[in-house]
């Protein structure tokens, strides 16, 4: 379908703009101005795809403010992550379950902490992203919103590349200006932006490809 072709031509932009990803051991935040806009989506669907490469591909979910990903993939949200970085589970083997999707693992959020962002921040956090960085090729973050807390500014020091997801016609320009402009304080650079939801009837001819995918998918039937 034209939607799962975005995904993979999300992810095969990313691998030819960035050739480490090739190699493996590579760390992808992502993260939104704003809630609503899509990042969990995109996450998901992106890990799927590069596992579907033959990717040893792990989603671990950092939102640990409101956590949703093990909803989507119809699993519990404990253990996960907090009991690794509050010292109740340090086999991280434990922690990663393995998906429908082959060479798909997902990490959960765990249980609620009172402090996510000390916890974030934290050596331990530090230590798992390197032990994770050597048992799977590609490793994707979902963060929550940059403009409603500090979680995601905590541990993008520690990323390879950074993914910023917006929705057309309900990020604010604003939020978008003051995001970029608090990565730049931060001196971190945007590997990628992600736009959802456009509007195909204001979309020109030239951004108009469906009729392409449409051709094709008539001629393989």
Not at 162 to 173: D, M, N, P, W
Request: hydrophobic share 35%; with cysteine.
């Amino acid at each position: 379908s034209p939607i799962s072709e975005s995904y993979r031509t999300l992810r095969t932009n990313l691998i030819y703009r960035f050739s480490d990803l090739v190699t493996g051991g590579q760390t992808i935040l992502f993260s939104s101005p704003g809630p609503g806009e899509g990042k969990t989506t995109t996450i998901a669907n992106l890990s799927i795809t590069f596992a579907n490469l033959g990717k040893k591909t792990l989603l671990v979910d950092t939102d640990l403010r409101k956590p949703v990903i093990h909803n989507v993939f119809n699993e519990k949200q404990s253990p996960g992550l907090t009991d690794y970085l509050m010292g109740n589970e340090l086999d991280v083997d434990k922690l990663a379950n393995d998906t429908d999707t082959k060479n798909l693992s997902l990490m959960t959020s765990g249980s609620v902490p009172p402090f996510p962002s000390e916890l974030l921040g934290s050596p331990e956090m530090e230590t798992l992203i390197q032990e994770l960085k050597t048992k799977w090729d590609v490793i994707l973050f979902d963060l929550p919103p940059l403009m409603a807390v500090t979680d995601a500014y905590v541990i993008l020091k520690h990323m390879d590349h950074f993914v910023l997801v917006l929705r057309s016609g309900v990020t604010e320009k604003g939020a978008l200006k003051r995001c970029l402009a608090y990565l730049r304080m931060s001196e971190i650079n945007e590997t990628g932006v992600v736009i959802n939801q456009i509007d195909k009837s204001k979309a020109s001819k030239d951004e108009q490809f469906d009729y392409y995918q449409e051709y094709y998918g008539i001629e393989e039937e």
